[in-house]
């Protein structure tokens, strides 16, 4: 546990990476692992950034271990209609070349767009959808050499409970497809969160870490809201985790120098529980 040191989505500290100062606050950071995103490089026109993030992460050490991948409709894989599903799933695919060039150990994948339904049978035929892209990129996965990996998601979102993450697996390649677990979307189920955690066992590949209010999802720093961390952190001991403590909070105040300093603070707190 904690094995990949401190990680953290670089959304959040920035909705784009566009300046070199970012890159140098970011190479003095206790940071060793960073999730990535489509959007990132933007604004990098010219590859510059890109380039001068890559130059960083060879220099120190550092390494992006996973991506982030967008979760409009557009790139929903458990689109009912089928068109608009191989749609998604060639869009997918386009992010196989920026996976491959910062050397990803997993991708991050939402198992619905935001929907209104809890109807059984329209989650079934969602989820059986899902399943089905699963299935058509396995091969994929394996010419990769990464991991898929499911986000537990709040509201009436596919993959809002572990019955959902349970169908959604069933029979799956258990090397290949898991979870992410992002504590702060389960909305009231915050007690349950180290039970989650020892069910998941080995399906647990990678994690969101932030606080909220019990409610909706609010990406607090931890320690800020509802979740009993030292229970978390004793779940992820019991079933040995290795994969990324990797944080997903809301921008903070303050420079982006002082919010990393914060988020080591913070993590020293987590750490401490151990």
């Known amino acids: 546990m904690f094995d990949y040191g401190l990680g953290a989505s670089l959304s959040s500290f920035a909705d784009y990476l566009v300046v070199p100062e970012q890159i140098e606050a970011i190479r003095n950071s ?12 933007f604004y990098d026109y010219d590859g510059a950034i890109r380039k001068e993030f890559k130059a960083m992460l060879k220099e120190t050490g550092k ?6 991948i967008p979760f409009f409709g557009y790139d929903d894989l458990s689109q009912p209609c089928e068109a608009t599903r191989l749609r998604a799933l060639s869009r997918f695919r386009a992010h196989y070349a ?8 997993y991708i991050v994948l939402h198992p619905s767009q935001e929907i209104r339904t809890n109807v059984k049978a329209e989650r079934d035929e969602r989820i059986n959808q ?30 809002n409970t572990l ?5 959604i697996l069933e029979g799956m390649n258990e090397e290949l497809f898991g979870v992410c677990f992002d504590v702060n979307h389960i909305m009231n189920q915050y007690p349950l969160i180290p039970e989650i955690t020892r069910k998941l066992g080995k399906r647990l590949f990678t994690t969101h870490i932030s606080d909220y209010n019990g409610i909706d999802e609010c990406h607090w720093l931890p320690g800020n809201g509802v979740i ?6 004793e779940a992820l ?16 105040e303050g420079t982006l120098e002082r919010q990393l300093q914060t988020l080591k603070e913070n993590f020293a707190y987590i750490r401490s529980l151990a």
């Open 30 to 41: 206790e940071i060793m692992t960073f999730e990535l995103n489509a959007q990132m490089f």
């Open 63 to 68: 390494r992006v271990i996973s991506y982030h």
């Open 98 to 105: 920026t996976i491959k060039e910062f050397g990803c150990r």
């Open 130 to 159: 899902l399943r089905k892209s699963l299935l058509e990129i396995e091969n994929d996965m394996k010419e990769l050499n990464v991991q898929l990996a499911l986000e537990f998601l709040p509201r009436l979102c596919i993959g």
């Open 163 to 167: 019955a959902d993450m349970d169908q």
């Open 228 to 233: 009993d961390w030292k229970g978390f952190v």
């Open 237 to 252: 001991k019991e079933i040995d985790y290795k994969g990324p403590f990797n944080y997903e909070i809301r921008h903070q």
